[in-house]
């Protein structure tokens, strides 16, 4: 008897992501394992942070859940997947697909011991490891991830991630505003960002008055976003050996997310 892991999908949630699901490439054997069951084994892996090879014995053969988790990363289906439910959560809100403001932000993520590519020490947050740098909406979703080593500072970086948003062709139509704390600061970064992407960037800057902890209008719902990245023991330290792996587990993330919204 299997074992109802609080990581699995709900029959509804699984009916709506497997519409989503690129059909098998013709020519090859018939797919006989069970989708269900191997998006189920991803997000276990996600939530509680297992090895590949830990998985339990009830999900199909970490091989080939791994699989399934590398090829759909290489040929851009888990973010089409992402994207498609992006805009299903924002018209469930009654927004428009297309968000007309976003917000811009980094997370400074310890790294595995083993790992050696792209890792770096942020000397601010005094951490060895990687950065991510994340592109949301204003409902806190994620339009594009960068991650990288954590010594690439907040500009570069936030060129990087805003670069991969101006590439969403046909789904940031409406977008004119970016809000940004005061690492994104400066004048260079700004008139990258207004000739690069014709967008305008809007700096919300920390209170000096004030210590601790600060609620910044419109910067909250990003930071709120890397809150909900920490519920996933798989995120909450970056164990992947590339970091375009750690950038398609936060995606799953989202899409978890998503789909508990949806169904």
């Avoid at 428009?96 to 020490?121: C, F």
């Avoid at 995606?251 to 978890?256: E, N």
Wanted: hydrophobic share 40%; glycine share 6%.
């Amino acid at each position: 008897m299997k074992t109802a892991y609080p990581s699995n999908l709900t029959l509804a949630q699984y009916e709506l992501i497997s519409d989503l699901i690129p059909d098998p490439k013709p020519g090859g054997r018939p797919r006989s394992v069970d989708l269900w069951e191997v998006l189920n084994a991803l997000f276990y892996i996600l939530v509680e942070g297992v090895r590949w090879r830990s998985l339990p014995r009830d999900f199909p053969a970490w091989p080939t859940v791994y699989t399934y988790f590398r090829t759909w990363r290489k040929d851009g289906t888990w973010v089409q997947i992402h994207d498609r439910l992006r805009d299903w959560t924002r018209m469930e809100q009654g927004r428009d697909p297309s968000p007309s403001e976003a917000s811009i932000d980094s997370q400074t993520v310890k790294s595995a011991a083993m790992l050696n590519q792209a890792i770096g020490y942020d000397a601010g947050k005094k951490t060895k490891g990687r950065k991510r740098f994340l592109s949301v909406d204003t409902l806190g979703l994620i339009l594009r991830v960068f991650v990288t080593a954590a010594s690439v500072g907040e500009r570069e970086g936030g060129k990087k991630v805003l670069e991969k948003v101006k590439q969403m062709d046909g789904q940031v139509d409406r977008l004119t505003v970016i809000w940004a704390d005061g690492g994104f600061d400066g004048a260079p970064f700004l008139q990258w960002v207004m000739d690069t992407c014709r967008w305008i960037l809007q700096v919300v800057l920390r209170p000096k008055e004030h210590k601790g902890f600060v609620l910044l209008p419109k910067r909250w719902v990003v930071e709120r976003t890397n809150g909900w990245l920490m519920h996933c023991r798989r995120l909450v330290r970056d164990y992947e050996r590339l970091p375009e792996t750690s950038e398609t587990f936060i995606y799953l993330a989202l899409i978890r997310i998503m789909l508990r919204r949806l169904a």
